[in-house]
């Protein structure tokens, strides 16, 4: 199926990037996309996921937050095609005689959105899932009211950029506002909540009916109210005109003062310069190839020069290592000759400061017993010292030591025999190791000496050899780096005029859009559709698509001034059959989409519609159907089967080259060569669901 041309664009194929793999799921046969494309299977497999991945591309605020998604998908890709309105040559055979030059040309792009963090920005390709061209990106932001956004690039697509909303339509000094690709969301997406949520116009927030409204006139190209918004679309779209001009002449006389050759000279010039690179190339591995073959009788000569020079490597490399062990045993010496002064220290005090120097009795002679503290007074002279605390005192004179806090007695001089053994060892070692950082050194400047003159003895056997070939050589170098240089010049002055290019063909295509907004005015302003007749049209369509359903005792179908649709005379939302609700929304969603198709309106010119058999259960139509009592499930399926015949029948006839895409449980046979993907839902019948590689619940 191609895109018939005028406005508007068609889904390709969803691709999510994710951390572990990623998923796909096209809407193409071959090159071509699917008029019909159903999407099926058990429930919680994904299905509904894809139209909101879809709708997160077209600009909405958030991606799916299931935790299967959020824990597998980083980004998502959609592959879009549109039909580019361009301005055709003045030889062109289809040209006719009025001075709109307009035609549409076949264009495939990339959306690329992160799912990631908060980033705005939304990257937009070139090319498609299969193929995406050698050219940057345009970014642009996925907020609307930025200057260069997703909304705008969409709503160019369709031929709706450039028009304003007015925030009081009933007020002719109203505000207005840009109007956004978002704005448009209801006339291409009727989600599952909108079947049956008795909202579906949104009568319940008169800001988004009132938008909704005025998106349906713009559609249609109603301007009862106003019939200006096309005249400000005109010249909101002659003012970017004059902006992309002017810019591309800023572009032009920045590069005609750069001395930026044309583009054939400049592909004679990089062509030039490569060849001078590869000539280079050539020249340099052709020099190599001549000295290595030129100084192979010098090889032995260059062995012992590189097994001298490893030698010498591993030699310094042993010395680091022992000195790094001399600086770390170095702090271990100075602390074990701490401790040898600490106990030196305290075996000098035992023999200096003894409390006891008396021997013998100074009256007798007799050698003195034991000394002790009795009742407060000395053994020795009886004088009374109830303030003398000293160890000594209850000891044996002469045989005084100090106590552990363990109670054990404490050997000074073992320890100070303990601590100079451990410190002679220390030394000795120090001294081993020393003695070998000293012998490493040595041999390094040993090696050294022999390096040098192995590496004179290597040169003076090369240096005739190879001597003619180092100016060869070195202009090789110069020539290679040369042409590098130069076709690094040529390239960016490349990307300049292609970035020229690129923005002539903006400005065409924008010329091309204002071409067609003054056609579409100049009709407009002719033909001056009345508003009543587009709601006779749409309410006429709206009950023909009903009767193609089945829609029991159907009388009285319309759609009013505010877009609500009304069955047997009672507005839709109090017919009391969810069964029913879901039949008028369907039939209300396809009447606007199918009538501004066939009547080549700017309508994006595809639609999504998620299960459209909720609530179409036999109990689910019970009071608004005449339904065969004995069999209501084979009413019920009738019914299903009259939906999707209507839409086969309508997309193989007045809408063909529409695109229809379909999420539903199980639907009817008759349309089983629609389906693109089904899900199983289970783990052993693959595909499981849309992250097919997430564990079954």
Not at 248 to 264: E, K, N, S, Y
Not at 504 to 529: G, N
Request: some cysteine.
């Amino acid at each position: 199926m191609s895109i018939p041309p005028g406005p508007g664009l068609r889904i390709l194929g969803l691709r999510l990037l994710g951390y572990r793999k990623n998923y796909e799921i096209r809407f193409t046969e071959g090159q071509s996309w699917n008029p019909l494309s159903l999407i099926t299977g058990e429930i919680s497999t994904g299905k509904t996921t894809i139209l909101e991945f879809v709708d997160f591309c077209f600009g909405n605020s958030a991606p799916p937050q299931h935790p299967e998604v959020v824990e597998a998908v980083k980004a998502a890709q959609l592959s879009i095609e549109c039909s580019v309105p361009v301005e055709l040559d003045e030889g062109d055979a289809n040209v006719g005689p009025d001075a709109v030059r307009l035609g549409y040309a076949r264009r495939r792009f990339l959306i690329q959105r992160s799912v990631e963090g908060y980033s705005k920005d939304v990257l937009i390709f070139s090319g498609d899932l299969d193929e995406i061209e050698q050219i940057a990106p345009v970014i642009v932001s996925s907020d609307s009211g930025a200057d260069e956004s997703i909304s705008k690039f969409l709503l160019q697509l369709c031929g709706l950029d450039g028009i304003k909303l007015r925030v009081a339509p009933t007020r002719p000094d109203s505000p207005t506002h840009q109007l956004s690709f978002r704005d448009t969301t209801p006339l291409w997406f009727l989600s599952n909540t909108r079947l049956d949520n008795k909202n579906l116009v949104f009568e319940h927030t008169p800001h988004k009916a009132n938008k909704l409204r005025q998106v349906v006139d713009i559609v249609f190209e109603v301007f009862d109210a106003d019939r200006a918004v096309l005249a400000g679309q005109v010249a909101e779209l002659q003012e970017q005109l004059r902006g992309e001009r002017k810019g591309i002449d800023a572009l032009r006389r920045f590069i005609r003062d750069q001395g930026v050759p044309g583009p054939v000279e400049l592909d004679t010039m990089k062509d030039a310069a490569q060849a001078r690179r590869t000539q280079a190339l050539l020249q340099l591995s052709s020099v190599d190839d001549e000295a290595r073959e030129q100084t192979a009788f010098a090889e032995e000569a260059r062995r012992a020069y590189l097994e001298k020079v490893e030698e010498a490597r591993e030699a310094a490399g042993k010395a680091r290592e022992r000195e790094t062990l001399l600086r770390r045993l170095a702090p271990l010496r100075a602390q074990y000759a701490d401790d040898l002064k600490k106990l030196t220290m305290l075996k000098e005090a035992k023999r200096l400061f003894d409390p006891l120097g008396v021997k013998v009795c100074p009256a007798c002679a007799s050698a003195l017993g034991d000394v002790s503290i009795v009742n407060g007074r000395c053994t020795l002279c009886r004088t009374s010292v109830p303030h003398l605390e000293h160890e000594a005192l209850a000891k044996v004179n002469g045989t005084v030591g100090d106590t552990a806090q363990n109670g054990d007695a404490f050997d000074v001089s073992k320890e100070l025999n303990s601590t100079k053994r451990r410190l002679n060892e220390l030394n000795e070692y120090i001294s081993v190791v020393a003695a070998e950082a000293k012998e490493a050194r040595s041999a390094i400047s040993a090696l050294d000496v022999e390096s040098a003159e192995l590496q004179v003895r290597l040169n003076s056997l090369t240096r005739e050899a190879v001597t003619p070939l180092l100016a060869v050589r070195e202009a090789a170098v110069r020539s290679v780096a040369d042409a590098e240089r130069v076709i690094e010049q040529l390239s960016n002055q490349q990307r300049m005029l292609e970035s020229v290019e690129q923005r002539e063909r903006e400005v065409e295509s924008l010329a091309a859009r204002l071409s067609e907004a003054r056609r579409r005015a100049a009709e407009a302003e002719a033909a001056r559709r009345d508003r009543n007749d587009m709601l006779s049209k749409l309410s006429s369509r709206f009950r023909a698509i009903l009767e193609s359903f089945g829609y029991p005792k159907l009388t009285e179908a319309e759609i009013n001034g505010q877009l609500i649709p009304w069955v047997r005379g009672i507005r839709y939302d109090r017919v009391g059959s969810s069964g029913a609700t879901t039949l008028i929304s369907l039939a209300w969603e396809l009447a606007i989409f199918e009538l501004a198709y066939e009547e080549g309106r700017r309508h994006p010119g595809f639609l999504m519609i998620d299960s459209p058999q909720k609530n179409l259960a036999p109990e689910g139509l019970l009071g608004t159907s005449d339904v065969d009592q004995e069999n209501p499930e084979a009413a019920a399926e009738a019914i299903v089967r009259r939906i999707y015949r209507h839409l086969t029948d309508w997309l193989s006839g007045d809408g063909a080259g529409a695109q229809i895409i379909i999420v539903d449980n199980v639907p009817p046979p008759s349309v089983e060569k629609s389906i693109v993907v089904r899900y199983s839902g289970s783990v052993s019948e693959p595909p499981y669901g849309l992250i097919d590689d997430a564990s079954a619940p």
